[in-house]
């Protein structure tokens, strides 16, 4: 058939564009993000600033934690520990102080083993290769995407809860992003703007562009009632053309949560009470809390758990509060009581100590454990 003899071309309609492949599709939002980004981010601190080192710690400070709850933690953090060298010196009181109510505290400790291979193997300047940032502890995938892209301008893709959300609807993905071969596509659909976007050699574009995902997912493509009114890409949404909004993401069901019961004992000698430090390699090690014990709906007499699982002897006074806080899948209900002592500690409670309110002000206490310290020296 010759040329002149093809069908004339059907007009293309406005639902075409919903049908382009999804590479295709995806390289269409990039001028729209890049236009919303310049205009409708936060000012957040981080954004102030190309410092590998600081986008690194409000990378992994945002890990788990909300922006709001970051920002004076970030600048805390940026004011006491300016560079790589400060935080691979510092104590381990000073970066658990740092951290103290922002959890995971595994985040801290790998941040500063981090930073002394930093110092050790780069000379102290954080690495531009992406291979190399990726090798650091507590790195992954995302967290070495965004500082390459956000620091370096560098185009590789991120993928952070945000940004599946904001992809899975795009483009109406209805399997479980947790499921190999979605993420693996979600990954695919994540790096084709960016690169599309390096190829025009602007010093900031790829920084910008994986940054706007990632706001838009944060501030208007929320899990909850999504600003898709306002959305600078809406007219690409899949979710949005086809009711699936409050469908999408699929993660599938959430594994029930368990209920968890701790006794804590708060127990005062002449202005001093008794506290212990975790161990290292337990949950929250490092940190200080009072003495306390697991225990069940059932449990016996408190005084008879405390002498068997602490070796304290103790006279309950009376209970001073109750806090109620989750931890994973895990939903705690943590009692404190007043108690004292009623015969000195046995060998089997050492690791413990007496310290008085201002020396316990300057430890790193779990959250749970820093309410009830609030309580009784405020
Ligand atoms: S239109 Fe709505 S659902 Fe679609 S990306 Fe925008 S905010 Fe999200």
């Not at 993000?33 to 409000?58: C, E, K, M, N």
Request: glycine letters at 4%; one cysteine or more; proline letters at 7%.
């Amino acid at each position: 058939m010759s040329r002149d003899n093809l069908p004339p071309a059907k007009p293309k309609l406005k639902a075409e564009r919903h049908s382009s492949s999804p590479a295709r599709k995806v390289c269409d939002l990039v001028p729209a993000l890049l236009a919303w980004f310049a205009h409708g981010a936060r000012d957040l601190p981080w954004r102030r600033t190309r410092d590998p080192y600081a986008i690194w710690v409000s990378e992994i400070m945002l890990q788990q934690t909300q922006v709001k709850t970051v920002i004076p933690y970030w600048e805390r953090w940026m004011h006491a520990l300016p560079e790589i060298r400060d935080l691979a010196e510092a104590t381990p009181e000073t970066i658990h102080k740092l951290w103290e109510g922002l959890g995971y505290y595994t985040r801290v400790r790998n941040l500063q083993k981090a930073s002394r291979q930093i110092i050790a193997n780069h000379n102290g300047q954080f690495p531009r290769d992406h291979e190399a940032i990726l090798d650091l502890p507590g790195i992954g995938r995302y967290t070495a995407g965004a500082i390459s892209s956000i620091a370096f301008n560098e185009p590789t893709p991120i993928l952070d809860g945000n940004v599946i959300r904001v992809l899975t609807r795009l483009f109406g993905i209805a399997t479980n992003p947790r499921e190999k071969s979605t993420n693996e596509k979600l990954w695919r659909l994540a790096e084709q703007p960016v690169l599309q976007t390096h190829a025009t050699k602007s010093e900031s574009a790829c920084s910008h562009l994986n940054q706007s995902l990632m706001e838009l997912g944060a501030i208007v493509c929320t899990p909850k009632q999504p600003n898709c009114p306002q959305c600078p890409v809406q007219r690409h949404c899949t979710a949005r053309r086809t009711g699936r909004v409050d469908q999408l993401p699929n993660l599938g069901a959430r594994a029930p949560a368990t209920a968890r019961r701790f006794a804590a004992f708060v127990i005062e000698r002449r202005g001093h009470f008794l506290v212990r430090q975790r161990p290292a390699g337990v949950v929250n090690a490092h940190l200080w809390e009072f003495p306390n014990m697991e225990i069940s709906a059932t449990s016996p007499d408190l005084k008879v758990i405390a002498k068997k699982e602490l070796g304290l002897a103790l006279a309950i006074v009376e209970k001073l509060c109750v806090i109620k806080h989750t931890i994973t899948r895990y939903r705690i209900t943590l009692e404190a009581w007043r108690a004292k002592i009623k015969s000195p500690l046995r060998k089997s409670a050492r690791g413990i100590t007496w310290l008085t309110p201002a020396e316990l002000n300057n430890l790193a206490f779990t959250s749970a454990h820093r309410k009830i310290l609030d309580k009784i020296a405020p």
